[in-house]
T-cell receptor
Framework: RKEVEQDPGPFNVPEGATVAFNCTYSNSASQSFFWYRQDCRKEPKLLMSVYSSGNEDGRFTAQLNRASQYISLLIRDSKLSDSATYLCVVNERNSGYALNFGKGTSLLVTP | SQTIHQWPATLVQPVGSPLSLECTVE??????LYWYRQAAGRGLQLLFY??????ISSEVPQNLSASRPQDRQFILSSKKLLLSDSGFYLC?????????????FGDGTRLSIL
């Protein structure tokens, strides 16, 4: 199984800060990319899909660089409620379109 | 809207006992269904996926098995649990549209083996 690599963190940032997470994937044939958020002892929840042209959803911006096989997530104006683990996710076409999850990057936003 | 139900939420089982976890999806038809396991401090590991009734693909050889007796029902089973089977088990669904869709997870089952 191809790998999805993330910096595990933890990232400790103050409220209002901007924080960026990076992710690399090894399967050049990957077609779809996502960021999920997982709170402690809870299920992962879809945060946003990542499109080739980059996309934004409120305070969250996702970027994709296919040439470098690199995905990023930028969070602006961090809130306490953003504290969670952020999972980088890439598709695996030969697994019924199942997804390959990174181990996640832990974020703690402090007052 | 679509919903996914998974039960039980928590389970404590002795080594060597059988296991049955159930997952059902509502509000959609012919979904792709998945079972994942997340061990403590580790990432999600895909165990099984299914693209249709009776169609099961296994990702990791182990003492677990899966079945899909109905379109929106996915069951994870074991005849004899091992200590290493402890973990957080997650069922997920995605639209079976033929292209990669995001997956949506149930609340998970936290399984402890004693």
């Amino acid at each position: 199984r191809k790998e999805v690599e993330q910096d595990p963190g933890p990232f400790n940032v103050p409220e209002g800060a901007t924080v960026a997470f990076n992710c690399t994937y090894s399967n050049s044939a990957s077609q779809s990319f996502f960021w999920y958020r997982q709170d402690c002892r809870k299920e992962p929840k879809l945060l946003m899909s990542v499109y080739s042209s980059g996309n934004e959803d409120g305070r969250f911006t996702a970027q994709l660089n296919r040439a470098s096989q690199y995905i990023s997530l930028l969070i602006r104006d961090s809130k306490l409620s953003d504290s969670a683990t952020y999972l980088c996710v890439v598709n695996e076409r030969n697994s019924g379109y199942a997804l390959n999850f990174g181990k996640g990057t832990s974020l703690l936003v402090t007052p | 809207s679509q919903t996914i139900h998974q039960w039980p939420a928590t389970l404590v089982q002795p080594v060597g006992s059988p296991l049955s976890l159930e997952c059902t999806v509502e509000g959609t038809s012919n979904p792709n269904l998945y079972w994942y396991r997340q061990a403590a401090g580790r990432g999600l590991q895909l165990l099984f996926y299914s693209v249709g009734i009776g169609q099961i693909s296994s990702e990791v050889p182990q003492n677990l098995s899966a079945s899909r007796p109905q379109d929106r029902q996915f069951i994870l089973s074991s005849k004899k649990l091992l200590l290493s089977d402890s973990g957080f088990y997650l069922c997920a669904w995605s639209a079976g549209t033929g292209r990669t869709e995001p997956q949506h997870f149930g609340d998970g089952t936290r399984l402890s083996i004693l």
